[in-house]
């Protein structure tokens, strides 16, 4: 059926009395977006939501629905009426999974690794490939941070090695690691179902016996010749004594999920402990990388 979208623009103190107001109002479904492209850390269960400072409210309502009753009722009980700023759109009847799926196309990085969707033809059989299904985690290779670890990681000689992911979202790093050659790759993450999803995708590549998965109340305490953590900066930073712990003698590390401007502050945090190399930027975003000293 089509759908109308109403957005609302909100901040972090309005963002879910206007998410309550829209499923008063009859929405069949309610989205937060950011409106600045800045990333926020996903809380851990039961902690405090935190929503973003410019936060877009979506709204879904059939498109039969009567649109001036529902910006009538959210000026009447907004607090400043006059200055309730929202967008309505109309959006055609789309199978979104399907569209979402024509669209994800199997990606290279590097000089020997693919990343492609598991209901795709694989460009070059005899390549590393790392059949992928996102499911309900993170990472497909689309974003530059994941695109910037998956380079790092195929310019490595990682056979026999052991990996820590920390931050292992659906798993593609993971992955990506043990069909490059590494021995046993060790995946935390503060979701169930990103465990879960990595776990999929190891069993879709073959690889499920090398593959450990952790919650980070259950994460072993070892020293692993390379450590990825594709994450944000703050956790990054927090984390920092945890994260170095995990880097052996001589081992690797890189760290995204950071913001150009972000960068130097984390440089030099890490170079407590490592030698940290340039970073490496893309469409502003950056792959730290260095060797534990």
Known sequence: MPWIQLRL?????????????????????????????????????????????????????????????????????????????YKLEQLEDKDWEREWMDNFHPMKF?????????????PDPEAVNVMLDPGLAFGTGTHPTTALCLTWLDGLDLTGKTVVDFGCGSGILSLAALKLGAKKVIGIDIDPQALQAS????????????????????QPSLKADVVVANILAGPLKELAPTIIEFVGDKGLLALSGVLENQAPELQTIYGQWCAMDPIQVQDEWVRLSGVRS
Not at 11 to 23: F, G, P, Q, R, V
Not at 199 to 218: I, M
Request: charged share 30%; proline share 5%.
């Open 110 to 122: 590097g000089e020997r690794l693919w990343i492609c969707p598991s209901w795709r033809e694989v």
């Open 199 to 218: 776990l999929e995708n190891a069993k879709r590549n073959g690889c499920e016996d090398r593959l450990e998965l952790y919650l980070p109340k259950d």
């Open 9 to 85: 623009q909100a901040n972090e103190e309005t963002a879910e009395k206007y998410s309550d107001w829209l499923s008063a109002a009859g929405a069949q479904a309610v989205t937060f977006i950011d409106a600045q492209d800045t990333p926020i850390y996903e809380p851990l269960p039961g902690d405090e939501v935190i929503y973003w400072a410019n936060t877009v409210v979506m709204g879904l309502f059939d498109a039969a629905h009567d649109m001036e009753k529902v910006i009538s009722y959210l000026k009447s009980i907004h607090p400043e009426k006059a200055e309730m700023a």
